[in-house]
């Protein structure tokens, strides 16, 4: 099994940026591929980013394509989210997500561990 623990959330007004990292532990973090999912207030959780298991590839929400960078670094057990020109409509809690699995179950929402999750709150 792996735990996984968000940090980085925080009230920002828009156009901010703010960096997300989760903190992986117990198994090989190199076993998972990751992801980073939301829920905004009364809205169902959406996809946000997902990244491989070696940071090679990834994919994006249409929502938050060239705004949000996901990246990984492995021997330090830690993946991230770089939010850049932050907008209020990205108001959500913010979950990590890990899988041995990555396409398609990962971008499905389907993974096997989450985080507890971090609040992201964007002010106008």
């Known amino acids: 099994q792996v735990q996984l623990v968000e940090s980085g959330g925080g009230l920002v007004q828009a156009g901010g940026s703010l960096r997300l990292s989760c903190a992986a532990s117990?198994?090989?973090?190199?076993?998972?591929?990751m992801a980073w999912f939301r829920q905004g207030p009364g809205k169902e959780r959406e996809f946000v980013a997902t990244?491989?298991?070696?940071?090679?590839?990834?994919y994006y929400a249409d929502s938050v394509k060239g705004r949000f960078t996901i990246s990984r670094d492995n021997a330090k057990n830690t993946l991230y989210l770089q939010m850049n020109a932050l907008k209020p409509g990205d108001t959500a809690v913010y979950f990590c997500a890990a899988d041995e699995e990555w396409l398609p179950k990962l971008k499905a929402g389907r993974a096997d561990y989450w985080g507890q999750g971090t609040q992201v709150t964007v002010s106008s």
């Open positions: 117990g198994r090989t973090f190199t076993r998972y591929a």
């Open positions: 990244i491989n298991w070696s940071g090679s590839s990834t």
